[in-house]
């Protein structure tokens, strides 16, 4: 019986300590940001009508949540982004393999989607309330042809990184082309495919003010864009910062998920 040797655990003890000083500095860096922002909007170089102080768009964010019913406009933005995502994926996802795995799907819908990803989304917003008017449809394809055609080429890429030899070895022991998608190409991309989804959800929130400024009546994107008109800054910035509050809580957590899932790959 041949005996294992023990496992180290200096590379744990290794990563660890490298999380915790990455952790030290992010929060370091939050700390620095809002200290040359308080000096700065103090100072009164800037007028506080165009910059005011992190204590006032501290008490602005409050105030939304007393007096605006702030929370319900953060659920129905939420639940825009998250649908118009989900969407993307269910159909980038299944086209994105078949691009890379069949030379003729690829060379018919690669063209068209590198034509559009280049296509300013603000742009075909008059042509998505033409088509669509200006109720929830409209919103939601604004925010997923801001994702889906990103998407889809990112998927394409990342099953063309799998390795021939993993492909080839399945062909030589008699898969089929199904249980080769299913037990090889998926499982080899699916890290980096996890990645770029998380990648693609930040780029569909930064989509979400031009999608609720038409004919919205609730929404994050549509309280900045009523207060604006009244030069509320405070509570502008506020909105502005719970998009990134929440645009950091939904990566995290997706960067929790992958460490978890392919911890293989630390090792």
């Known amino acids: 019986m041949i005996r294992r040797p023990p496992r180290s655990t200096q590379g744990v003890s290794s990563a660890a300590s490298d999380v915790y000083k990455r952790q030290i500095l992010g929060i370091f860096g939050f700390i620095l940001f809002l200290t040359i922002w308080h000096i700065t909007a103090s100072s009164g170089v800037i007028r506080p009508e ?8 501290a008490q602005a964010f409050v105030r939304l949540f007393t007096e605006r019913d702030f929370a319900s406009d953060i659920i129905v933005s939420v639940g825009r982004v ?25 060379a018919i819908l690669e063209p068209f989607v590198d034509f559009v990803r280049y296509l300013p989304v603000p742009a075909l917003v008059p042509l998505l309330v033409i088509w669509f008017g200006v109720g929830e449809t409209s919103k939601i394809a604004v925010l997923w042809m801001g994702t889906f055609f990103q998407l889809i ?15 080839e070895s399945g062909h030589t022991l008699g898969a089929s082309n199904g249980q080769i998608m299913r037990h090889i190409i998926i499982p080899a991309a699916l890290p980096n495919m996890i990645d770029n989804l998380r990648i693609t959800l930040g780029w569909c929130w930064t989509y979400l003010i ?16 009523s207060l604006r008109r009244f030069v509320k800054t405070p509570e502008v910035m506020a909105g502005i910062i719970a998009i990134g509050i929440i645009g950091l809580l939904t990566d995290q957590a997706f960067r929790f998920a992958h460490a ?4 293989y790959q630390r090792r």
């Open 210 to 225: 031009i999608a609720e400024i038409v004919a919205a009546n609730s929404g994050i994107g549509h309280m900045i864009w």
């Open 50 to 57: 165009f910059l005011p102080t992190p204590f006032a768009v």
């Open 82 to 106: 998250w649908f118009a995502f989900l969407l993307s994926v269910v159909i980038a996802v299944p086209l994105g393999l078949m691009m890379s795995t069949y030379r003729v799907v690829g």
């Open 153 to 167: 080429l990112l998927i394409a890429d990342d099953t063309k990184r799998v390795p021939v030899e993993y492909i």
């Open 260 to 263: 978890r899932l392919f911890s």
